[in-house]
T-cell receptor, first 110, second 115 residues
Framework: GENVEQHPSTLSVQEGDSAVIKCTYSDSASNYFPWYKQELGKRPQLIIDIRSNVGEKKDQRIAVTLNKTAKHFSLHITETQPEDSAVYFCAARGFQKLVFGTGTRLLVSP | GAVVSQHPSWVICKSGTSVKIECRSLDFQATTMFWYRQFPKQSLMLMATSNEGSKATYEQGVEKDKFLINHASLTLSTLTVTSAHPEDSSFYIC???????????FGDGTRLSIL
């Protein structure tokens, strides 16, 4: 089955810096890659997603890139703000199941 | 946008009791619903996948007789934790999806504490 690895597990940046979180997946049949932001005790919220027929997608300060050949995808957050502090999960979906990465705790210091 | 409602949000009960958690899609028809469990500081682990009108498909290691899932309509799925014990204490989150190419939308989760 699908296996998703995520790095780093924790990331501390200063406000205004960029943050990059990387994920790799194992199943070449996976074709949908969402990113979720989860604040403590709350639901995961979809922040951006990308499908396998696209290499990059951007939404304001957030961008995601996908390298199908290497089975890598990354989340890029620019001009980070303290309210970006949360746990971020990548995920990969093939036939039906969404498999999550282990999460990255992002801390943005003012 | 798509809204998924999950109730209750918080349950505390004694060991040995059964707890039912409801998951409803409020503004779309959920062909497929998913149940996840999340332990503190860990990722979301899929417990089971249910399609409306069909039996749920459980992930390896998840006891189907302990975690009963019903998906009787396109807007409602329930998870019943039977004879709950302290080790079942966790954050349970449901997720719903319409067509297979659509995103999954998550409920607010249920924090279950078994004393």
């Amino acid at each position: 089955g699908e296996n998703v690895e995520q790095h780093p597990s924790t990331l501390s940046v200063q406000e205004g810096d960029s943050a990059v979180i990387k994920c790799t997946y194992s199943d070449s049949a996976s074709n949908y890659f969402p990113w979720y932001k989860q604040e403590l005790g709350k639901r995961p919220q979809l922040i951006i997603d990308i499908r396998s027929n696209v290499g990059e997608k951007k939404d304001q300060r957030i961008a995601v890139t996908l390298n199908k050949t290497a089975k890598h995808f990354s989340l890029h957050i620019t001009e980070t703000q303290p309210e970006d502090s949360a746990v971020y999960f990548c995920a990969a979906r093939g036939f039906q199941k969404l498999v999550f990465g282990t999460g990255t705790r992002l801390l943005v210091s003012p | 946008g798509a809204v998924v409602s999950q109730h209750p949000s918080w349950v505390i009960c004694k060991s040995g009791t059964s707890v039912k958690i409801e998951c409803r899609s409020l503004d779309f028809q959920a062909t497929t619903m998913f149940w996840y469990r999340q332990f503190p500081k860990q990722s979301l682990m899929l417990m089971a996948t249910s399609n409306e009108g069909s039996k749920a498909t459980y992930e390896q290691g998840v006891e189907k007789d302990k975690f009963l899932i019903n998906h009787a309509s396109l807007t409602l799925s329930t998870l019943t934790v039977t004879s709950a014990h302290p080790e079942d204490s966790s954050f349970y989150i449901c997720s719903a999806r319409g067509r297979s190419n659509q995103p999954q939308h998550f409920g607010d989760g249920t924090r279950l504490s078994i004393l």
